[in-house]
């Protein structure tokens, strides 16, 4: 079974500073997605930015930019410029089939 | 609607007692996903529904645990006997999907907050 893991419980950023979360996942298959949620308070998950397996070139959402390593099954998101707005819960998450498997989440906590 | 509604935002119940949670997914999206998320946890899938297949149901917890999906749209999740570890925020997801795997983004509800007392 794949597995989506964050080792990061809690990161914190000062205001406009760059963060990098970590992720590594488990997997045996070829063909994938991958994906960094968002979760501020408000409960509702908001999708961040998202990276195909097969694309070498890093997926890159304004502010936010992932290093995907396919090799190391690692996908971190960097959060450059960070915002007050930025502060919440990161999921990191993975897509083979029909679920998508999630990581238990980093929070990140920015400091003005 | 605009977007995933859940109903109720907020469910207190006693142990022992059942609850229907409820989900609207966006008008014309094929596929449905349940959700738990437990306090500071990450999300531990439940179930999924795509189109007319069967459900995937291999994330229940147990057989107390059910859902359904009527008319490919609206879905219930059902708890029977609750118990006070079932206290959790349940999330409901909504995405357009042909086929696996896809890249197409998850919508997400608020979720139902469940407390079992």
């Known amino acids: 079974a794949q597995t989506v893991t964050q080792s990061q419980p809690e990161m914190s950023v000062q205001e406009a500073e760059t963060v990098t979360l970590s992720c590594t996942y488990d997997?045996?298959?070829?063909?994938?997605?991958l994906f960094w949620y968002k979760q501020p308070p408000s409960r509702q998950m908001i999708l961040v930015i998202r990276?195909?397996?097969?694309?070498?070139q890093n997926a890159t959402e304004n502010r936010f930019s992932v290093n995907f390593q396919k090799a190391a099954k690692s996908f971190s998101l960097k959060i450059s410029d960070s915002q007050l707005g930025d502060a919440a819960m990161y999921f990191c998450?993975?897509?083979?089939?029909?679920?998508?498997?999630f990581g238990a989440g980093t929070i990140l906590r920015v400091k003005s | 609607g605009a977007g995933v509604s859940q109903s109720p935002s907020n469910k207190v119940t006693e142990k022992g007692k059942d609850v229907e949670l409820r989900c609207d997914p966006i008008?014309?999206?094929?596929?449905l996903y349940w959700y738990r998320q437990s306090l500071g946890q990450g999300l531990e899938f439940l179930i999924y529904?795509?189109?007319?297949?069967?459900?995937?149901k291999s994330g229940l917890p147990s057989d107390r645990f059910s859902a359904e999906r009527t008319g490919g749209s609206v879905s219930t999740l059902t708890i029977q006997r609750t118990q006070q570890e079932d206290s959790a925020v349940y999330l409901c997801?909504?995405?357009?999907?042909?086929?696996?795997?896809?890249?197409?983004?998850?919508?997400f509800g608020s979720g139902t907050q469940l407390s079992v007392l």
């Open positions: 997801a909504s995405s357009l999907e042909i086929g696996a795997p896809t890249n197409e983004k998850l919508f």
């Open positions: 997997t045996s298959e070829s063909d994938y997605y």
């Open positions: 990276q195909e397996a097969y694309k070498q």
């Open positions: 998450a993975y897509r083979g089939g029909n679920k998508l498997v």
């Open positions: 008008s014309g999206h094929t596929a």
């Open positions: 529904f795509q189109g007319n297949s069967a459900p995937d």
